[in-house]
């Protein structure tokens, strides 16, 4: 069972930044592809970004490209959401995700392990 606990949420104004953390309890935490989500109100939950276990690869979904970096520290069993450039259409509850898979991915279902969310608020 993989615990994951979410900090770094707040306000910020539009064009600020914002970086997330995730740390996971997991000590083979390099054994896990990691996610991060949102889920703005009634909207379905999506993928930010995700990375590989070894951080050598990445994914991004267009809306944040150029914005938003994932990175990993596997020996402080941690991954980060950098978010710069912020826009009031990034407010959401930002949640990470572990998944059993090597490289990235951005299919929900293959994430079995969920932490329990931070909110991002961005005004205009």
């Known amino acids: 069972q993989v615990q994951l606990v979410e900090s770094g949420g707040g306000l910020a104004q539009a064009g600020g930044s914002l970086r997330l953390s995730c740390a996971a309890s997991e000590r083979t935490f390099s054994s896990y592809a990691m996610g991060w989500f949102r889920q703005a109100p009634g909207k379905e939950r999506v993928v930010v970004a995700s990375?590989?276990?070894?951080?050598?690869?990445?994914y991004y979904t267009d809306s944040v490209k150029d914005r938003f970096t994932i990175s990993r520290a596997n020996a402080k069993s941690t991954v980060y959401l950098q978010m710069d450039s912020l826009k009031p259409e990034d407010t959401a509850v930002y949640y990470c995700?572990?998944?059993?898979?090597?490289?990235?991915?951005?299919?929900?279902?293959?994430?079995?392990?969920w932490g329990q969310g931070t909110q991002v608020t961005v005004s205009s």
């Open positions: 990375i590989s276990r070894t951080g050598s690869n990445t």
């Open positions: 995700a572990a998944s059993t898979t090597y490289g990235p991915t951005s299919y929900l279902r293959a994430y079995e392990w």
